[in-house]
């Protein structure tokens, strides 16, 4: 059975850092599958965050997170984790791992998802 763990989440000050990660079982990293890291802030949509290819040679990050989020995979962990740095109030909501065929930000390309972790980032 395929699953997503996600783990990490949690209350920090603005500025502060959060490491997220994402366990997978039921299947395999090496080299096929894709994951992508997504956010639900409370009364909008799921946006995508960040994602990388099954080879970890392509990642992606939207503008409002560049410099900031780090993505990574260890595949003989089975685990991708993304690395939050300098947090503000409005990266708080939560946050969802997804497994895919493609690191893209829309969420077609995705088809298993964790439950998701709550990251809040207040004063």
């Known amino acids: 059975q395929v699953q997503l763990v996600e783990s990490g989440g949690g209350l920090v000050q603005p500025g502060g850092s959060l490491r997220l990660s994402c366990a997978a079982s039921?299947?395999?990293?090496?080299?096929?599958?894709?994951i992508g890291w997504f956010r639900q802030a409370p009364g909008k949509e799921r946006e995508g965050v960040s994602c990388i290819s099954s080879n970890g040679g392509t990642t992606y990050y939207p503008d409002s997170v560049k410099g900031r989020f780090t993505i990574s995979r260890d595949n003989a962990k089975n685990t991708v984790y993304l690395q939050m740095n300098s947090l503000r109030p409005e990266d708080t909501g939560v946050y969802y791992c997804?497994?895919?065929?493609?690191?893209?930000?829309?969420?077609?390309?995705?088809?298993?998802w964790g439950q998701g972790t709550q990251v809040t980032v207040s004063s």
């Open positions: 997804a497994r895919g065929t493609v690191c893209n930000r829309r969420q077609y390309w995705y088809d298993h």
């Open positions: 039921g299947f395999t990293l090496n080299n096929y599958y894709a």
